[in-house]
C-alpha cells in the first residue's frame, strides 16, 4: 500500500497551510502580527491574554511540522528523477529537515514566552525579538532546498514532475532574499512585519507547499495507474 | 496542435497512428526550418520559464508601486536624495547592460546558424559587460556609503540599496548562467539541443535589462525631477 502512504504524506502540504493560518488566527499572529515596531504594552499585552494565545500557538507548532511528511515525498520522487547519486535528494531531505526545525523551534518560543507572560517586561521584548528573528531571517535552508528540486526537476529527462514546478521553486527561491533584511529596518516595509518580509514569504512558501502537494498528488496518481493495469492483465 | 496521450493513441487505429506520427515529423521539420519563417506559436525557452519571468518581474512591480507610493508622502526628501546618486554611473551601466543584451542576440542567432566559436566570444563580451556593471554598482554602494548614505538614512536610500541590491543578485546568477552557455559551446552542443538552455538564458538575461532598465528611470530620473 505505498500509493496509500505517499498519498497521505503528500497532503501534509495543504494540512500544514491551512491548520498554520488558523493556529495563527486563534492566538491572533493573524491579522495583523506583533512588528519590531510594536510598543512594550502591547508586546505584553499580546502574550497574556489567557490560554488563547497558548492554544494557538501550540496548533502552529503542531500543524508546521506537517511539512514533514511532504518533505519525505519530495525526496521519493527526486530519487526517481536522479537514479544512481541522488545528491540532490540528499540535499532536499537534509535542508527541508533544517526547515522543519527553523519553522517550529521559533514558534515554541512564542508558546514559551506566553506560558509565563508576568515577567520583566523587557526580557518578553527580548524573547520576542529573538522568536521573530528566528522566525524570518534563516532562509538560506529554505532558498537551497528550493533551489535543489528545481535543478533536479529540470535534469529530469522522464519528466517525473512537470518541468514548470521547477520555474515555482526558482521563483520562491528568489522570494526569501529580502528576509534578511528584517535585521536592519525596525519598521516599514523591510522590517520582519512588512509587506515584503512577512507577508511575501508567508504567501510564497503557502504557494510552494501547496504546488508540491498538487503535483506530487498527480504524479502519485499516475506512477499508481500502470501498476494496476498490469495487475488486471495478470487476472484476465 | 493537440498531442493525443500515450493512453489514447494505443486505442487509435493502426493508420491514424502512423498519420500522427508523420504528423509530428513534418511539425518538427517545420520547427528547424523557423529560421527564415518563425512561427507564431513558438515560446522562447519553454513555458514554464515564463512562470518565472513574470513572477520575478510582479515581485519587482510591486516593490516600484510601494516605492512610487511612500515618494508620494514625501517627494521633497524623495527629490533630495535623489539628486545625490551619481546618475552619470547610473547612465553608463544602462548602456552597458543594453550592450550585452545586444551581445546575447547576437550570440543566440550565432549559435542557431552552427557559428560556435562566434557565438562563444559574443558570450565572453556579454560577461565582461555583467563584469563591469556589477564593479560599478559597487564602487556606487562605497561612495553612497562613504558620504553617509546607508540604506538606515532614510525610506528612498532603502529602497534604492535593496532595488540595487536584489537587481545585481539576478545580475550574478545571470553571469551564472551565461558561463553555462559558454561551457555548452566549448562542449560544442549543437542547436535543436541546446535551444532551451540557450533560449531561457536570453530571457533572463533580457529581463535582468529591462529591469535595470525601469530602476534606472524610477529612482534615478523621476525621482530627481
Known amino acids: 500500500m505505498p500509493t496509500r502512504i505517499l498519498t497521505i504524506c503528500a497532503w501534509g502540504g495543504p494540512a500544514t497551510v491551512v491548520l498554520a493560518l488558523t493556529g495563527w488566527l486563534i492566538a491572533g499572529v493573524l491579522p495583523i502580527p506583533l512588528g519590531p515596531d510594536s510598543t512594550v504594552d502591547q508586546v505584553v499585552g499580546f502574550y497574556s491574554q489567557d490560554t488563547r494565545v497558548l492554544a494557538g500557538l501550540f496548533l502552529s507548532t503542531v500543524a508546521v511540522c506537517f511539512v514533514l511528511p511532504l518533505i519525505a515525498v519530495i525526496s521519493v520522487f527526486m530519487m526517481r528523477m536522479e537514479g544512481r547519486t541522488p545528491v540532490l535528494t540528499f540535499l532536499q531531505l537534509v535542508t527541508g529537515a533544517a526547515t522543519g526545525v527553523c519553522l517550529l523551534l521559533p514558534l515554541l518560543l512564542m508558546t514559551t514566552i506566553a506560558f509565563r507572560p508576568g515577567r520583566n517586561p523587557e526580557l518578553t521584548v527580548t524573547l520576542n525579538d529573538i522568536a521573530w528573528l528566528l522566525f524570518i531571517t534563516p532562509v538560506a535552508p529554505f532558498m537551497i532546498q528550493n533551489v535543489a528540486i528545481g535543478v533536479a526537476i529540470l535534469n529530469d529527462k522522464r519528466q517525473t514532475l512537470p518541468r514548470w514546478v ?71 | 496542435m493537440s498531442r493525443p496521450d500515450a493512453r489514447a493513441r494505443e486505442e487509435l487505429p493502426d493508420f491514424l497512428w502512423l498519420d500522427e506520427e508523420e504528423g509530428l515529423r513534418s511539425a518538427a521539420s ?103 556593471f556589477a564593479a560599478l554598482k559597487v564602487t556606487e554602494y562605497f561612495v553612497e556609503v ?33 558561463s553555462a552557455w559558454a561551457v555548452a559551446l566549448r562542449k560544442g552542443k549543437q542547436w535543436p539541443s541546446a535551444q532551451r538552455l540557450v533560449e531561457g538564458v536570453a530571457v533572463y538575461w533580457h529581463m535582468v535589462d529591462l529591469l535595470w532598465i525601469a530602476i534606472f528611470t524610477l529612482v534615478y530620473l523621476v525621482c530627481a525631477e
Not at chain 2, 119 to 126: D, E, N, Q, S, V
Request: net charge positive; glycine share 10%.
Open chain 2, 146 to 178: 562613504s558620504e553617509g548614505n546607508t540604506p538606515s538614512t532614510g525610506l528612498f536610500f532603502t529602497f534604492y540599496f535593496v532595488l540595487a541590491g536584489l537587481h545585481l543578485l539576478h545580475v550574478l546568477v545571470g553571469t551564472g548562467l551565461l
Open chain 1, 166 to 236: 521547477a520555474y515555482v521553486n526558482f521563483w520562491v527561491a528568489f522570494s526569501f532574499t529580502p528576509d534578511v533584511l528584517a535585521f536592519f529596518f525596525h519598521s516599514g516595509p523591510f522590517g520582519w512585519r512588512g509587506i515584503f518580509i512577512f507577508w511575501l514569504a508567508l504567501t510564497t512558501y503557502s504557494v510552494f507547499l501547496i504546488v508540491m502537494s498538487v503535483t506530487l498528488l498527480k504524479a502519485i496518481r499516475e506512477s499508481a495507474e500502470p501498476r494496476a493495469a498490469e495487475v488486471a492483465v495478470a487476472a484476465a
Open chain 2, 30 to 132: 517545420l520547427g528547424r526550418s523557423n529560421l527564415t519563417e518563425p512561427s507564431q506559436r513558438h515560446t522562447p525557452g519553454e513555458v514554464g520559464l515564463w512562470i518565472f519571468i513574470l513572477g520575478d518581474m510582479t515581485l519587482f512591480g510591486v516593490i516600484f508601486l510601494v516605492f512610487m507610493w511612500e515618494r508620494r508622502s514625501d517627494s521633497g526628501v524623495f527629490k533630495a536624495s535623489a539628486q545625490q546618486l551619481i546618475q552619470p554611473i547610473g547612465a553608463f551601466n544602462t548602456l552597458v547592460l543594453l550592450l550585452s543584451s545586444y551581445l546575447v542576440v547576437r550570440a543566440l542567432f550565432a549559435h542557431r546558424i552552427g557559428r560556435v566559436q562566434a557565438a562563444g566570444r559574443l558570450i565572453l563580451g556579454a560577461i565582461g559587460c555583467a563584469g563591469v
